[in-house]
């Protein structure tokens, strides 16, 4: 709600390409690369680790990727560069305001009555007094970012998807 800070990360998101399908078509190249697990294994390390489990490295926000090695290659460069198009529900970006104006968000993994506990990126949970929210909203988006297309270029992309679907590997 407060003009500066939306100016600001306006302009800090307006890098990001929200034509996924131009970005998923650009990195169709990743498909047909081969990928290196080893080299993988630093990719999740680095860019998905703060939010994902995989072999018992990471942190519990997304779901853990060791569930997602029987998956196509297509699926999961689809889920890794739009996550917002097939979002489960129980990873969707609910967005909250305080009575004192804080904002406050992420997954909602434990309601109560009278609570309400968001886990964040790095797995920090914080619990919000239903009596203190003044609003609450979900997106309808995944709490996983759009852009990872900055940050992983093709071949990592490949790397890190033959590292998800090596399933007896080891990072």
């Known amino acids: 709600p407060q003009p500066a800070i939306r100016e600001r990360a306006s302009r800090l998101f307006a890098a990001t390409n929200t034509d996924r399908q131009k970005v998923m078509k650009e990195f169709q ?17 680095q ?3 703060a939010c994902h ?3 018992g490295a990471g942190n519990n926000v997304g779901p853990d990727l060791g569930s997602m090695a029987d998956k196509p290659a297509a699926s999961l460069l689809v889920a ?6 097939a979002v489960d529900p129980a990873y ?3 967005a909250g305001t305080t009575r004192s104006g804080r904002e406050v ?5 434990a309601e109560t009555p009278n609570s309400l506990t968001f886990r964040n990126a790095g797995g920090i949970d914080e619990t919000i007094l239903r009596a203190d929210l003044r609003e609450l909203k979900s997106s309808g988006l995944s ?4 852009g990872f297309e900055k940050a992983i270029p093709p071949q990592a992309m490949a790397d890190l998807i033959a590292w ?8």
């Open 92 to 94: 969707v970006l609910y």
């Open 143 to 146: 709490l996983m970012p759009e």
């Open 105 to 109: 968000g992420g997954l909602i993994v």
């Open 80 to 85: 890794i560069l739009d996550p917002s198009q």
């Open 53 to 55: 489990r995989s072999r």
């Open 164 to 171: 998800i679907r090596s399933a007896g590997a080891t990072p």
């Open 29 to 45: 190249t990743a498909l047909s690369l081969s990928g290196d697990a080893t080299r993988g294994a630093t990719v999740f390390t």
């Open 47 to 49: 860019n998905c680790s």
